[in-house]
């Protein structure tokens, strides 16, 4: 489960679709968050001694996974989340909004798929940018 506590999600499935919230509670061996404010529920609660009334109470409850995506820190949009491992070899979560150029496929002047360069200028003769258009 790639979703933790804390992440900022934005609800895109169900009665709360739209909402945004921060992650209270992951619980991965069920698939389900508890997201802040959204899935509210009106639960029955025992009088205690902290609540001598008792009554009915409106709580969060826990949603499925695959209705809530990830919102990007640095664009503020929702996004997929991939893992990739750093320089160390750690596993790091990356968005695929930041990701994308780099996923992408390109095709070259035969129409063959090759991947995009980040070696910078190819060293040819004619100086071309990237192996895209060497290869």
Request: glycine share 12%.
């Amino acid at each position: 489960m790639r979703i933790r506590k804390g992440d900022k999600v934005v609800v895109i499935a169900g009665k709360d679709k739209g909402k945004e919230g921060v992650v209270l509670r992951a619980i991965p061996t069920r698939q389900r968050v508890v997201v802040e404010g959204c899935g509210m529920v009106k639960k029955a609660v025992r009088p205690t001694q902290q609540n001598p009334q008792g009554g009915i109470t409106r709580v969060e409850a826990p949603i499925h996974v695959s209705n809530v995506m990830l919102v990007c820190p640095k664009t503020g949009k929702p996004t997929r989340i991939g893992i990739r491992r750093d320089e160390n070899g750690k596993r790091i979560r990356v968005s695929s909004r930041q990701l994308r150029y780099r996923l992408v496929r390109s095709r070259n002047r035969r129409g063959r798929t090759v991947r995009p360069s980040f070696h910078g200028p190819c060293r040819h003769p004619h100086g071309t940018q990237g192996r895209q258009s060497c290869v």
